[in-house]
């Protein structure tokens, strides 16, 4: 098991290998890079002053104005390098997630790799940023649509994916003509500045202005400067629903435009007919990967109640069975929960279950893995009616299940949520199948087929409805948030020609 000092050597050597900024690292500081391996402190980060944040903020639009005119495909070799520069650096910032947010090895390498992917992906779209042409009414017209870069994109990050978000809506809005002020969580400070420094480095590289991405470190009052400052254009912002009732509405005062990745409340309903393997499988990695700290993380089971004693002991067991403990070990499958608040929000949450009736099947107990922090066991907990304590999401690993009698039934009961954001079905059933993706069925921005709720890929636009915010990054036609979008009308008839025939010749 690694102590605090063993990750404080692993931080300092996985920094020093990026090329981090000495300066950033100071011994007092009110910010502080801490793990939740060890739940204690590593090392204070130098936070950003208001007035620093606001000069970020002002060389990030003083950049902007020159690469909007850089040709698409030209900033998209920023974005390459990008990539190319993660990729070789992979292991080490791996390392840092691991240490920052408790993912296990495979899950920190598989966020690294989603950073690779979405530089990829954003190169292609370089050269694919499409507008489009329409005929006129009028002889002599035509019609065409154009896309411009938008501006300055702030984009506050939360801990649980402490990188792929950002490379999700920074490679975009790069290879858009947008320049970036990145927030990220508190408690991922190092994560950030790991990036940071790739993509410094990527732009002298290629030579882009550096000062197209900028990074400011600090709690709430600094991410309150990037919300409230009118040369953002855009904020993308990842968190709670409570923080995003707090910051649409602040963006939107200013007229500015918002992008908002909130909380989710993700369902699995589970027919007669499904492949219970399959279907316990992905629920299991749903529920209890990353400690239950996805925002996609599956917190309700609607399972028909012919299968559900069955379903209900098959995920009891491998709940129980899960290792638990250090994440840099081969083998383990669970992390700790990111601080001793998270645990006690659990505690709280298993503590209301009696309230609707329920009952703790297994699970939910704090694990001692000889390390500090907070680790616990998932929960798994059967309820009569979702209700109460359902409605909520609660950021740790419980699995509520409730069941169903009738396919109507299940989806009413999977859409009976505020939150909008991934589901899934396990059934052979095409009828069902059908239906649950129809217009009647999943409310959600994802809604999977035979797949559990996480583990989204970058080619389809993420993102949610209701309280989920409504934004989409990363794949599809996401890039269309960075933009700005203009209707031009080009008159080459050599006279005046007015629309919907009107005649105002003197």
Known sequence: MKTNDDLIDLAREALGKLGADEELFVPDSALGAR???????????????????????????DAFTQWRLTPAPVRGKLVKRLGELISENAETLATLVTIEAGKIRSEALGEVQEMIDVCDLAVGLSRQLYGKTMPSERPGHRLQETWHPLGVVGVISAFNFPVAVWSWNTAVALVCGDTVVWKPSELTSLCAIGCHTLLRRAARDVG??????????????VGEIVVDDPRVALVSATGSTRMGREVGPRVAARFGRSLLELGGNNAVIMTPSADKDQAVNSIVFAAAGTAGQRCTSMRRLIVHESIADEVVAKIAAAFHTLPIGDPFESGTLVGPLVHEDAFETMQK???????????????????????GGAWVRP???????????????????????????????????HNAVPQGLSSGIFTTDQTEAERYLSAEGADTGIANVNAGTSGAEIGGAFGGEKETGGGRESGSDAWRSYMRRATNTINYSGRVELAQGVNFSA
């Open 208 to 221: 882009a202005p550096e000062d197209v991405h900028q990074l400011v470190l600090g709690a709430r009052e």
């Open 349 to 371: 949450a298993l503590g209301r279950v009696g309230e609707i009736g329920g009952e703790v099947v297994t699970g939910g107990e704090r694990v001692d893995t000889g390390m």
């Open 35 to 61: 793990s939740p391996l060890s739940g204690q402190q590593l090392f204070g980060v130098r936070q950003t002053t208001p007035d620093e944040a606001g000069e970020a903020i002002g060389r990030a639009r």
């Open 379 to 413: 929960a798994l907990v059967r309820v009569p009616k979702q209700e109460g304590i359902m409605l909520t999401e609660t950021f740790a690993p419980i699995l509520y299940v409730v069941t169903y009698a009738d396919f109507d039934e299940a989806l009413a009961l």
